[in-house]
């Protein structure tokens, strides 16, 4: 005969049992819960590292354009900046091989690591791989936050199948002419019409225009790269004379004029913008030089140099390749329109950028070469779908900027 008494002891006999067997499925639940966790935390910083690298590197990209080996910009700055991020409690280290270049404007990082467990160890599993992948893409910029000057100047136009620069020699050609007209260039007399086309026209939304060399009608004119980053040293004057190549004018940028030029105003500007001339431009030019002069001063021996793939770079000994802070975005207005004088409005047709070497001697104005440079806080134009391997990053523009990207699309 089974008791009460009995039949209790067998009931939290079996509850015993129970619980014991439910508690091996349990505690492995939590183990796994715990460790998937942990993957999880560290699959996060290896995410963050990649997408470091990519950006990083993309900036390398732009400023070593076609540079893909381990000693490029590219690669380097890719390490580098993936070094900042911790993963697992050590620094992120990737290497060289883990960057790939599926475009030339394009740069994708693939990382696969060990990730160790802590309690999936007592089922035979002591670590279990992550994958991340992250990709950048860099394009031209419409539109940029900060480091303005208060200065914009003439893109270039052409005459016949002649560009025409703000060089030396350009005052002899006179201001921007679409009549029939001839001029002489080198001793040879050239005739035709002087016509303009910025590298911003819409119809070259998507295109890689870098390659473009001709000058002839139809094709482009305003200042682009590499086609017009040729190490060519360039005057840009102020009052020069209204619509001759290399005319440049004070454009109002509120505040303070001096600080804006030796420090950047750091406003939006971008093609399509209107601004206002200054006051009175003549009156400035004392104080247009000794800003240019303290400008300067921030990096007194930086200097244009061609590196190791020909390109025109500006070298540094206080900041790295094309971060010199006197390579200042520049704006410029289409040539075809009225010259405007004293407080009046002209609208940005083009941006780009200049490296600044010396102010002019009337102080009206500065020396140096137009360069490409990439920009931060922008509106990024369309990236071309086949992009040149010597493209500057932004296309032919002067002016990039890099941002991330799907990375499937690069598989």
Known sequence: MITKQT?????????VT???VALVPLLAAAALAIDAGYIFVVRNQLQNAADAAA?????????????????GQAKQRAMQYAAMNKVNGKAATIAANEIRFPNPNVVLVDLTRPVPTFFARMFGIESVNVRVRSASIVAPVTECVGE????????????????????????????FNPNVHTWTVNGRKVTGRDYYLSPYDPSFRGQDISN???CGPGAITGFMAPRDVNGVEVRLENWVGLGIPGTMYQINLGGDYRSNIVNGWRGRLGVGYTMQTMPDQRSLANTSKAAINELIAKDPNARLIRDANGRWVVWS????????????PMAFINP??????????????????????????????????????????????DAPTNPAPNSSGAAGRLLGSVRLADPLRYE
């Open 7 to 15: 039949q209790r002891r067998r009931d939290r006999g079996s509850a």
């Open 18 to 20: 129970l619980v014991a």
């Open 55 to 71: 950006l990083a590197g993309g900036q390398g990209a732009m400023d070593q354009p076609g540079n893909y080996t381990a000693d």
């Open 148 to 175: 303005w000057r208060p200065y914009a100047t003439l893109d270039q136009f052409v005459h016949g199948d002649v560009c025409v620069y703000p060089t030396r020699d350009n005052e002899s050609h006179g201001p």
């Open 212 to 214: 473009q060399t001709a």
């Open 317 to 328: 000994d206080r900041y790295p390749i094309n971060k010199s802070p006197r390579i200042i």
């Open 336 to 381: 075809t329109l009225p010259p405007p004088g004293n407080n009046q409005s002209l609208t940005i047709s083009n941006i780009g950028a200049f490296f600044v070497t010396r102010p002019t001697g009337s102080g009206h104005g500065i020396w140096g070469y137009f360069i490409h440079k990439r920009m931060y806080e922008c509106v990024m134009d």
